[in-house]
């Protein structure tokens, strides 16, 4: 639009809004006479103010909403697995209130939707998309989505509850100063770069929807009710304003305040609208004052629409010229000159953080005299743009910036593997210390209570290099400190796959140590300043969250592998425990590793927990190179066997060519290290396989002597002793597995088949649903559950629990198996056979043990134990689990026995 033509554009369009609406079409064609492109201008500014911007019906809608507009609820009442506490907060969009997630004890917001909303359908069912689609979000600057759910007529969202303010009543409450307002546009701008390359626009980014814990995290909210991109524009969307609406402590007028020029006409808009509301954000961070004002809303617009912000110089005296771009091209009239991706802006704003640091704009710089000891909290520029150090002094936080020219971006890659065996020596030494995001309102307790400490949880350390690719560090370091603490005796530590659940998450330490089972909790945060990493480690009394024990630490890798033999004396020394010289021997080997090699083996640990073949694969090959930096790599070598193995039990690689590179590594592995436990563990896997059971049991034995806190030894040992028709033995394995990995789906389900082989059908079934309470959209257990339901003759049940499994994308053989022999033994034999059919078509490789029970199931027993005969030609793993209940009908036949006897059970 040309910028003069304002003043008669907004002329007619206030003179059209005193017309009734019927009124209007013909005003504007008398008004506009034969100027069509004036006519359009109005026309789209009218049709937004009617459809999504009009003042009254908008604060009608969505301020004045009926008493019975939202679902009424009380203190105390349950929905779903949520105990309301309290109240939070009521608004268009419904309440908030705080809840207790009673399966895992955990505090959450718990947002009820209005009836209004729900009645329309089609709406739900777009908002129930999109929230799915958020909950995906596993992001330090996303508030976490847990579910989107039913119960009876109240339709809910379940979020992660955050302790702090939101931006809006920090703003309210005091100026910020200029270095906080960059650490958190910094943090914003990072979530909307993954909101936006997971495809989703916010489209409501201002100070009510940004929520400043008080450890310094940013979180984004409601990024669950976001438009995907590509949907139609906001004015076409009605729901979308009660979206906006929610947590609005200005109404309507203050959503409109951060609308672009596009959202504002009623067009298309994507992420580059985001960025524009979130430069009017900065500037309102920075000045203290909005960018655009108006007295009513049209007037608001209007002043988006045709006006420029007074320059930040006119607040900020002294304000740079690099601060004023990035301000300015992020509120560019037009969206194809503003910054195209937050990803750019980020640049700009961590290149302006170290450039203002460098120049004291962001703060007094760190007091030459200041030691490092004195350092309380970090906070990373990132990337190759530099670091600020928050330093707590007596009177304020100071900040001081360190440039990384001196440091290039490949020579800090270069010395990370040195730093990564330093940093495990460090957090050994630290073993029993958490991150202060679980610090406890109460003082520090005597290191004395740590006589008492029996069980620990090492939950994972926050990556706050500002660098995604470092994910793998912080991963890795928490693992090897959870491998170093299993060696100590009498204390049980809790396994990764189930400390790693709260990666990404707050939580209160009692409640986590509650879920967990354990004394004490252990976390921290690893930091990047040039070649030195800075760890904040701190330990937190579960039992009644006092703080025991917390410590910073800025060290080179140089002068960190100088102490690791140190570190490992004073961690027994801090839980006063006597090693042995054998443990004392262990211990030091996981620190004495070429620190290149033991990168590589975190990459592979980090890609192979990512899952999917690609990313198994490619762990593979990190584990390999580990070995050609470091023959002598034990723990490498274990880790390959069992990455070969598992793709051989998966059918993703040819057990022609996996098993034998999987045995040659496991026993170099225990050739280099014969008190390796992983090495013990993953011969014996091979051994199972192979039918050869004693020799396994003795590595299963072996394995759980070394290292008794390794959670996957004992589920290991308690299919051993299902397979050989001992399932109390295997109830009691599988206890301790869940002691040490109480959230973990393979301790649980090894304790579920332990239940139903010593029929306790009952409990198999609650201990099956108690699971999937836990995580319903978890495929996995729903065919656990259809499985127990089917070993008690429930087939309608497990039919319907098959079906929810496939319906979450496992449509994998094994299930199709269960499906099918369900179906036959419901009287459903056609359905049965038609999965068969299915099967022996494809492509995909289908072990011969599933299909003789699928042949069974529809009354073909030759055809069953032909296939049965080739499975034992192939040695067929799966043949291992030929003594269990999926078998019970061929009992009675003699040529059971004989294979029986063959294999060796």
């Known amino acids: 639009m040309d910028q003069k033509r304002w003043p008669q554009v907004k002329e007619i369009l206030d003179a059209a809004i005193q017309h009734p609406p019927n009124e209007r079409a013909a005003f504007l064609s008398a008004a506009c006479s034969d100027d069509e492109a004036l006519y359009h201008e109005v026309e789209s500014l009218l049709d937004s103010y009617e459809s999504a911007f009009l003042e009254q019906p908008a ?33 268009g969009m419904g309440e908030v209130y705080l809840a207790e997630d009673t399966s895992l004890g955990r505090k959450v ?39 989107v759910g039913q119960m009876d007529s109240i339709h809910f969202i379940a979020t992660e509850f955050i302790d702090g303010k939101t931006l809006r009543q920090r703003m309210v409450s005091e100026t910020l100063g200029l270095r906080e307002v960059l650490d958190i546009a910094i943090q914003v701008t990072n979530a909307l770069a993954a909101a936006h390359e997971a495809g989703i626009v916010h489209r409501d980014i201002k100070p009510e929807n940004i929520m400043l814990r008080r450890d310094g995290c940013v979180r984004v909210l409601d990024f669950g009710l976001a438009k995907l991109t590509g949907q139609p524009a906001l004015s076409s969307n009605p729901e979308v304003l009660s979206i906006a609406a929610v947590n609005t402590d200005s109404g309507f007028v203050g959503t409109v305040r ?22 009017v954000l900065l500037y309102e961070m920075i000045t203290s004052r909005p960018p655009f004002a108006g007295e009513t809303t049209s007037g608001l617009i209007a002043s988006i629409l045709q006006k420029e912000p007074l320059p930040l110089a006119n607040y900020l005296p002294g304000a740079s010229t690099e601060l004023q771009g990035v301000v300015s091209k992020a509120l560019r009239k037009e969206k194809e000159e503003r910054y195209q991706t937050a990803r750019d802006i980020l640049v700009d704003l961590r290149r302006l953080k170290q450039r203002l640091g460098s120049e004291a704009e962001i703060g007094h710089r760190l007091e030459p005299h200041a030691k ?227 990168e590589m083996l975190l990459r592979g640990r980090y890609f192979w927990r990512m899952g999917g073949t690609d990313n198994r694969k490619k762990a593979i090959e990190f584990y390999e190179q580990a070995i050609a930096v470091d023959p002598a790599y034990a723990l490498a070598y274990a880790e390959l066997s069992v990455s070969y193995e598992s793709l051989v039990n998966n059918n993703l690689l040819d057990p022609k060519e996996g098993l034998p590179k999987a045995e040659e590594a496991a026993r170099k592995a225990l050739e ?99 699971m999937l309470d836990f995580d319903h959209s978890n495929p996995d257990l729903h065919t656990l559950l259809g499985y127990t339901y089917a070993a008690t003759g429930q087939y309608r049940e497990a039919i319907v629990a098959y079906q929810e499994a496939i319906k979450l994308g496992d449509d994998s053989p094994d299930v199709q198996i269960y499906l099918g022999a369900t179906y036959a033994k419901a009287g459903e034999r056609e359905k049965a056979r038609a999965i068969l059919r299915r099967l022996e078509a494809g492509k995909e490789y289908v072990s011969p043990v599933g299909l003789a029970i699928l042949h069974d199931a529809v009354g073909d027993r030759e055809q069953a134990f032909a296939l049965l005969e080739r499975a034992y030609a192939d040695h067929d793993q799966q043949l291992i689990w030929f003594g269990g209940r999926d078998f019970e009908s061929f009992r009675s036949d003699a040529r059971f026995a004989d294979l029986m006897r063959r294999i060796g059970l």
């Open 59 to 91: 604060v009608a809608e969505f301020i004045e909403m009926p008493a019975n507009a939202h679902p009424q609820v009380t203190e105390g009442q349950r929905i779903s697995r949520y105990r309301i506490i309290s109240l939070l907060a009521v608004s």
């Open 109 to 147: 917001a718990l947002k009820l939707l209005p009836a209004s909303f729900i009645q329309d359908e089609d709406r739900l069912r777009r908002f129930e998309q999109e929230a799915r689609v958020a909950s995906g979000f596993n992001h330090p600057n996303i508030v976490t989505i847990f579910e």
């Open 258 to 279: 951060y609308m672009s020029p596009e959202q504002a006409r009623g067009q298309t808009v994507d992420a580059r609208t985001d960025i524009f509301s979130f430069g």
């Open 372 to 598: 490092s000891s004195e350092v309380k909290a970090v906070a990373t520029g990132g990337e190759q743009y530099g670091v600020a150090t928050a330093v707590e002094t007596r009177d304020a936080t100071v900040v001081q910036s360190t440039p990384n020219a001196a440091y290039p971006l490949k020579k800090i890659k270069l010395r990370w593997p040195v730093s990564l065996i330093a940093l495990t020596a460090v957090l050994v030494m630290a073993a029993f210390f958490a991150y202060s995001r679980y610090r406890p309102q109460g003082g520090r307790a005597s290191i004395d209570s740590a006589v008492n400490i029996r069980s620990v949880a090492v939950l994972p350390f926050t990556n706050a290099t500002g660098n995604p690719d470092m994910e793998y560090l912080s991963d890795g370091v928490s693992e090897s400190l959870i491998d170093n603490l299993s060696q100590l005796p009498g204390v049980k530590v809790i396994a990764r796959s189930s400390s790693f659940k709260y990666k990404d998450k707050e939580g209160d330490p009692q409640d986590v140590a509650k879920v967990l089972g354990v004394d004490v909790i252990v976390a921290g945060r690893i930091a990047q300043l040039g070649d030195n990493l800075l760890i904040s480690v701190e330990l937190v009394d579960g039992r009644d969250q006092t703080q025991l024990w917390g410590e910073q630490y800025n060290r080179k890798a140089t002068d960190l592998l100088a102490i690791q033999s140190e570190i490992s004396s004073a961690i027994a020394g801090n839980l006063r425990l006597r090693l042995t010289t054998g443990e004392r021997q262990q211990l030091a080997k996981r620190e004495n590793v070429n620190p290149q090699a033991y």
């Open 672 to 770: 280099l290290d014969e008190g390796l436990a992983e090495g013990h563990l993953a011969l014996a896997e091979i051994k199972l396989n192979a039918w050869d059971w004693a020799v396994a049991e003795g590595e299963i034995k072996r394995a759980i002597e070394l290292n008794p806190n390794l959670a996957q030894a004992h589920i290991k040992y308690a299919y051993y002793l299902k397979t050989q028709g001992q399932p109390q033995q295997a109830i009691a394995e599988t206890k301790r597995a869940r002691e040490l990995d109480p959230l973990a789906p393979g301790a649980n389900e090894a304790f579920i088949l332990g239940l139903l082989a010593a029929g306790q059908n009952d409990q198999a079934i609650e201990a099956a649903k108690k």
